[in-house]
């Protein structure tokens, strides 16, 4: 089936062509409407907002409650502790991050957290957002009340498809593709980054990531694709970094995929690098998450992408004797 289109233009002349459907995604809105006070995150504008709520001189000081510890929760509450405000996070996950790391390395995170100065409200879920900026009550679905003049709330993204409503493109939580990236059942349009659900040749299943590396990734496969229809399809291993605090946290591969943990290091110290390598029931690695230890991280890329096994990863990731647990 030919991955060119073909249309004419009205003096006759032919164009061929490709579509490449890259719109990203938004910001899931707030559920809660407040007059002011209360902030998502996703562009230029909303950064602005939110930071001059954050640099805003509050009587008593600035209480800043986060809603949603996902990536974008626990960045902002390590950004608005560091300017002094007391902060909260709520989700109903019992850790940050858990959805990409799983409990226990979530539970060092909360721990993370805790060291400095976050108070965290896990597993429990938020009823209502009331009042406005600088006098705002988030009541939680336990009874609890949380005081908070600034408000954020950072639970989550929608593929941007509605302009695609009514186009013949399968829409199942993003533009349905292959594992090239071609939209399923529709010859000459293709989907990268956010707004795009890819095959995963491996698992069988189709994922949406929201990283910024599948996005650069899937768009090197699909111009490879246009230009060569039988080039390999992608093989994404997932990865992204978040910095919280004083640690560089790196994630790759699917964590969650591993049904067993290896620690290498101590997260408890957070000047001190450590690793939790993720491999699945055949004992290959399918994801590691590291603390500040890029070295650690480069070489688990290079085996998850070989398919290799955690034994190997075991083998060539050496902990400095320093870090190593006394
Ligand atoms: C606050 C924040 C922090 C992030 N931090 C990280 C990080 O540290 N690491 C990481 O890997 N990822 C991070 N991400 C995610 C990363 O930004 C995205 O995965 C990446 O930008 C996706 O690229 P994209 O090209 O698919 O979409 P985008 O970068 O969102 O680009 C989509 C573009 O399409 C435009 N558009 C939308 N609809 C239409 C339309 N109908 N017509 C024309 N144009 C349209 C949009 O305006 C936008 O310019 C972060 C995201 C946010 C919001």
């Not at 910001?27 to 640099?55: E, F, K, M, Q």
């Not at 986060?66 to 974008?72: H, M």
């Not at 639970?155 to 399968?170: D, K, M, Q, V």
Request: with cysteine; glycine share 12%; charged share 20%.
């Amino acid at each position: 089936m030919s991955a060119v289109s073909i249309a004419w233009k009205a003096d006759g002349e032919v164009l061929a062509f490709v579509v490449v459907v890259a719109t990203g995604a938004s910001t899931r809105p707030s559920p809660w409407a407040v007059p002011s006070g209360a902030h998502v995150l996703r562009t230029l504008n909303d950064c602005v907002a939110l930071h001059g709520d954050l640099r805003a001189e509050w009587p008593g000081g600035g209480a800043v409650v986060i809603v949603g510890g996902g990536f974008i929760g626990a960045e902002v509450a390590a950004a608005a502790r560091a300017l002094g405000h007391r902060v909260s996070v709520v989700d109903p996950l019992p850790a940050p991050i858990g959805r990409a790391v799983g409990p226990e390395v979530g539970a060092h995170l909360a721990a993370l957290h805790h060291r400095h100065g976050v108070a965290t409200h896990f597993g429990v879920g938020v009823q209502a957002v009331e009042g406005s900026a600088g006098d705002l009550t988030v009541r939680l679905t336990d009874g609890a009340e949380l005081p908070a003049t600034t408000v954020v709330v950072g639970i989550g993204a929608n593929p941007n498809t509605g302009w695609l409503a009514g186009s013949g493109l399968l829409l199942d939580d993003g533009v349905v593709c292959d594992a090239q990236g071609r939209a399923q059942d529709t010859p000459g349009v293709y989907a990268v980054g956010d707004v795009a659900r890819w095959l995963d040749p491996d698992s069988g299943e189709h994922r949406r990531v929201e990283h910024w590396t599948s996005a650069v990734d899937q768009a090197r496969c699909v111009a490879r694709t246009i230009c060569r229809p039988d080039s390999p399809p992608l093989r994404q291993v997932d990865y992204v970094w978040t910095d919280q605090h004083d640690c560089k946290i790196q994630i790759l591969g699917r964590p969650l995929l591993g049904t067993r943990t290896e620690v290498l290091g101590r997260f408890t110290d957070s000047s001190a690098k450590a690793a939790a390598l993720y491999a699945d029931d055949e004992g290959r690695l399918v994801g590691a998450v590291t603390m500040n230890w890029p070295k650690a991280m480069v070489t688990c890329r290079r085996l998850i992408g070989l398919r290799a096994n955690l034994s190997d990863a075991q083998e060539q990731i050496q902990l400095p004797s320093h870090c190593r647990p006394t």
